[in-house]
């Protein structure tokens, strides 16, 4: 019932920017909090940006700085801009809705998109 498609990801020198967006579509009420995760290899998936519905943000401590996270509720989109990228930056990127549907609370994930960053 609802679909999130992401994208913006891509091989990047250190240094470098990327910017993501994930744009959600369906049967969507409201969308609450927005967040941003990621997974390294071998690792396990960690946050790295949350936005509110109000637009009350918080980022983890290896991105603060450097990370902008940002949502456009018109389009049911948020993106994710990623400056100075470093080669720990390097993993696959998913975004995380909570979404009020017709059916009720759901959580959706996005397929993941991978981001690169070469020393």
């Known amino acids: 019932q609802v679909q999130l498609v992401e994208s913006g990801g891509g091989l990047v020198q250190a240094g470098g920017s990327l910017r993501l967006s994930c744009a959600a579509s369906?049967?969507?009420?409201?969308?609450?909090?927005m967040d941003w995760y990621r997974q390294a290899p071998g690792k396990q998936r960690e946050l790295v940006a949350v936005i509110t519905s109000g637009g009350s943000t918080n980022y983890a401590d290896s991105v603060k700085g450097r990370f902008t996270i940002s949502r456009d509720n018109a389009k049911n989109t948020v993106y994710l801009q990623m400056n100075s990228l470093k080669p720990e930056d390097t993993a696959v990127y998913y975004c995380h809705l909570g979404v009020l549907t017709g059916v009720g609370y759901l959580e959706v994930w996005g397929q993941g998109t991978l981001v690169t960053v070469s020393s």
């Open positions: 369906g049967s969507i009420f409201r969308i609450n909090a």
